[in-house]
């Protein structure tokens, strides 16, 4: 099946979507992009998503090309071309294309819009979570502005990469004081040994995930106490659970870090149940 992306106004088949070969996104990773998860055909956690965007646009003085309804009627039209009732929609809006130079390009310089929609199997998924998964932990490495959305995703993706030749699928990423920020590509949870939940402070060291918040809210309607601060591998290591959030893992358990079990090894029952209500509430 030809899968379609939108760049600039057109659907086009992916293969001949094209950008410039002086896009910013390309050369500076001038871009801020977006991920929502689609289940039975509904976008998840749909205006938290878009007013991180239009957040990470105003912080790198890009101009918000669209308006959130323009947004969803592209998205409704890709989805349907491609045909995905369960999957993802990924969004990345660049400065736009000028001759290479590190100053803001003239006022008037369009930004470049990208979409693209993927299928996935959501049962998949669900396997993956009723196992639990393995994380190893490494420098963070990334700048100091982790909170913008925006593509220069490089020591991300080394990390991840790290994480997955040892045998692991997510690298949590440690400070300078040994505090986990984050993961490569989620929220970092524990539940310690007092039964409350913790999770890093949304500072500028962490992405403020979407899920994370709507995990926070629910968490909090089930009763659990939720402390937003940082915390050690080591207290990591010894908490009752530890977990990941995500649009696209939505919130799965951690049952090792550095090849040391959470717990007793297995998936939390804490994790599992706020699991259940995130995607009962959705
Ligand atoms: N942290 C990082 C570095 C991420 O890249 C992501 C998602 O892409 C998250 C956290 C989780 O954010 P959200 O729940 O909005 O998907």
Same mark, same amino acid.
Request: with cysteine; glycine share 8%; aromatic share 6%.
């Given at each position: @099946?030809?899968?379609?992306?939108?760049?600039?106004?057109?659907?086009?088949?992916?293969? #001949?979507?094209?950008?410039?070969?002086? $896009?910013?996104?390309?050369?500076?990773?001038?871009?801020?992009?977006?991920?929502?998860?689609?289940?039975?055909?509904?976008?998840?956690?749909? $205006?938290?998503?878009?007013?991180?965007? /239009?957040?990470?646009?105003?912080?790198?003085?890009?101009?918000?090309?669209?308006?959130?309804?323009?947004?969803?009627?592209?998205? &409704?039209?890709?989805?349907?071309?491609?045909?995905?009732?369960?999957?993802?929609?990924?969004?990345?809006?660049? =400065?736009?294309?000028?001759?290479? *130079? %590190?100053?803001?390009?003239? &006022?008037?310089?369009?930004?470049?819009?990208? @979409?693209?929609?993927?299928?996935?199997?959501?049962?998949?998924? $669900?396997?993956?979570?009723? %196992?639990?998964?393995?994380?190893?932990?490494?420098? $963070?490495?990334?700048?100091?502005?982790?909170?913008?959305?925006?593509?220069?995703?490089?020591?991300?993706?080394?990390?991840?990469?790290?994480?997955?030749?040892?045998? &692991?699928?997510?690298?949590?990423?440690?400070?300078?004081?040994?505090?986990?920020?984050?993961?490569?590509?989620?929220?970092?949870?524990?539940?310690?040994? *007092?039964?409350? +939940?913790?999770?890093?402070?949304? *500072? %500028?060291?962490? +992405? %403020?995930?979407?899920? =994370?918040?709507?995990? @926070?809210?629910?968490? !909090?309607?089930?009763?659990?106490?939720?402390? /937003? =601060?940082?915390?050690?591998? /080591? #207290?990591?290591?010894?908490? =009752? /659970?530890?977990? @990941?959030?995500?649009?696209?893992?939505?919130?799965?358990?951690?049952?090792?870090?550095?090849?040391?079990?959470?717990?007793?090894?297995?998936?939390?029952?804490?994790?599992? !149940?706020?699991?259940?209500?995130?995607?009962?509430?959705?």
């Amino acid at each position: @099946m030809t899968r379609f992306a939108y760049v600039n106004g057109r659907y086009l088949p992916q293969n #001949e979507a094209l950008i410039h070969i002086e $896009d910013r996104g390309f050369q500076f990773a001038d871009a801020i992009y977006e991920v929502w998860s689609v289940r039975s055909g509904d976008l998840l956690d749909a $205006d938290g998503h878009f007013g991180r965007l /239009e957040r990470s646009l105003a912080e790198l003085r890009i101009t918000n090309p669209k308006s959130r309804v323009g947004y969803r009627l592209v998205i &409704a039209e890709l989805l349907r071309r491609n045909r995905v009732r369960d999957g993802l929609v990924y969004l990345q809006i660049s =400065r736009g294309r000028a001759r290479r *130079d %590190h100053a803001f390009p003239a &006022a008037d310089t369009r930004p470049t819009v990208v @979409m693209t929609a993927k299928r996935l199997d959501p049962a998949a998924a $669900d396997r993956r979570a009723d %196992h639990g998964v393995a994380v190893i932990t490494r420098p $963070d490495e990334r700048w100091a502005r982790c909170d913008i959305k925006t593509v220069n995703l490089l020591p991300n993706v080394l990390a991840k990469q790290a994480a997955l030749e040892a045998g &692991a699928a997510e690298a949590w990423l440690v400070d300078g004081a040994g505090k986990v920020t984050e993961g490569s590509s989620t929220n970092a949870w524990i539940l310690n040994a *007092d039964g409350v +939940l913790v999770t890093r402070q949304a *500072d %500028h060291a962490i +992405l %403020h995930g979407i899920t =994370r918040s709507t995990i @926070m809210n629910r968490a !909090a309607a089930l009763g659990y106490r939720v402390e /937003e =601060r940082s915390f050690s591998v /080591e #207290e990591a290591q010894s908490a =009752r /659970e530890a977990f @990941m959030t995500s649009a696209t893992t939505f919130v799965t358990s951690i049952t090792s870090i550095d090849g040391r079990p959470v717990g007793n090894g297995a998936p939390g029952s804490v994790a599992i !149940a706020l699991r259940a209500a995130y995607l009962e509430s959705l």
